[in-house]
């Protein structure tokens, strides 16, 4: 069944574009509606409201417990050295990560398939047992297209397979701040949050930077959504605004990229950090026009046992060294245009994972030799799921 520009079906000899009106007999008529991706649901009514029960259960003691350690770690700030604060912090964070892999592995299982090119040749691989494991650098900024709210899950749990996972710092949105305990949690994290307008931005942003910048190279990652915001209708329309503000040809598989805060962080962080890691994420299932926040919903993922057929994930780095970061002078247009042409790579990269349901995949080697001894050799396409490491 094919879709129209406007999202209604459109009618095939098997599938009709609209049910027989059957009267009172059958109670419904119209439109046929939009069969999921994933298909029927898994669960009926009654597991449902034990899956809802447990999975809200789990998740609220476990965010609770988290937050409580937070507190009992306060008087460190006061009473000892910061760095045992901060030490203590990563700590907890590194136990928030634990909880959201074990909720992704437990409520929502799936095919995770994960590739990259050249660049990330060595650093992807696959363990005896079936799980990813990264050998990304320690101390990065990483970057990613915003699809669902689900994105900043599985790059925390890509944090978890890099042993990062108690050291990644996240933009995020204001509105999150105001959260009951995870806002305050976030907070206790170091989280940045933003509020979209840069002279209340700049400071806040400039403070946690100088921190991360200055903590002696221990392990850092900041993730970065130069999108904003996740991928929907009402977001769709504000790209489309900006792209004809600014003279700009919209996309159709992403928002266009705001260059200031990214490029501000690279500034600021400076020479403490030497690679930008950029991955591109797509669901499956997800048909030409629609969004994923709406067929892959909470309810849907978790407690009707629907999540997507797989989550794709394709993996670059860069040299900060070979970025135009930008100057103070916000009339400097060289930067947003490097960070304009990556998202028209990851355009591309979206295209033909919609034409043909995968990434590309890297499987060459550094040498025409034999790859095996002591070469880095590309992973291909590795198909595991989120789990944890002691399963």
């Known amino acids: 069944m094919s879709l129209s520009k406007e999202g209604t079906a459109s009618s095939s000899p098997s599938i009709p574009g609209s049910l027989p009106n059957l009267g009172d007999v059958a109670g419904a008529t119209g439109a046929a509606p939009e069969p999921h991706p994933v298909g029927r649901v898994r669960h009926g009514l009654f597991a449902q409201a034990l899956r809802a029960f447990a999975f809200v259960s789990w998740t609220v003691l476990c965010v609770c417990s988290i937050h409580l350690t937070q507190w009992m770690g306060t008087p460190l700030y006061f009473l000892s050295n910061q760095e045992l604060y901060y030490a203590y912090m990563s700590y907890t964070k590194r136990s928030f990560g634990i909880v959201v892999t074990t909720l992704t592995q437990w409520f929502s299982?799936?095919?995770?398939?994960?590739?990259?090119?050249?660049?990330?040749?060595?650093?992807?691989?696959?363990?005896?047992?079936?799980?990813?494991?990264?050998?990304?650098?320690?101390?990065?900024?990483?970057?990613?297209?915003?699809?669902?709210?689900t994105d900043w899950l599985y790059l925390w749990w890509i944090a978890y397979t890099n042993h990062v996972h108690g050291n990644i710092y996240i933009i995020l949105k204001e509105s999150l701040k105001w959260v009951p305990v995870v806002g305050p949690g976030m907070m206790f994290y170091g989280f940045v949050f933003m509020a979209r307008n840069w002279l209340k931005d700049q400071p806040r942003l400039k403070h946690r930077l100088k921190k991360l910048?200055?903590?002696?190279?221990?392990?850092?990652?900041?993730l970065i959504f130069p999108e904003g915001t996740n991928l929907s209708g009402n977001t769709r329309k504000g790209s489309q605004k900006w792209a004809e503000k600014s003279g700009m040809k919209d996309f159709e598989h992403l928002l266009l990229p705001r260059s200031t805060g990214l490029g501000f962080c690279l500034r600021e962080l400076g020479s403490s950090v030497e690679w930008v890691y950029d991955c591109t994420v797509a669901y499956e299932g997800i048909p030409r026009g629609a969004y994923g926040q709406d067929i892959f919903t909470l309810r849907s993922n978790v407690f009707q046992g629907r999540p997507p057929k797989s989550v794709n994930m394709y993996w670059r780095r860069f040299p900060v060294s070979s970025i135009p970061v930008p100057s103070s002078d916000p009339s400097d247009k060289v930067?947003?245009?490097?960070?304009?042409?990556?998202?028209?790579?990851?355009?591309?990269?979206?295209?033909?994972?919609?034409?043909?349901g995968r990434f590309p995949a890297d499987e060459g080697h550094d040498s025409e030799g034999d790859p095996g001894k002591g070469m880095s050799k590309g992973a291909g396409f590795i198909e595991t799921e989120v789990m944890l490491r002691h399963t």
């Open 109 to 149: 299982p799936t095919v995770v398939r994960v590739s990259g090119d050249a660049s990330v040749r060595g650093e992807l691989q696959q363990s005896k047992d079936g799980r990813l494991v990264c050998g990304f650098a320690d101390r990065a900024v990483v970057i990613a297209n915003h699809q669902l709210y």
């Open 335 to 356: 930067f947003s245009n490097w960070l304009l042409d990556r998202w028209k790579e990851k355009e591309a990269l979206l295209e033909g994972y919609a034409r043909n």
């Open 213 to 222: 910048a200055g903590d002696g190279g221990g392990k850092m990652w900041l």
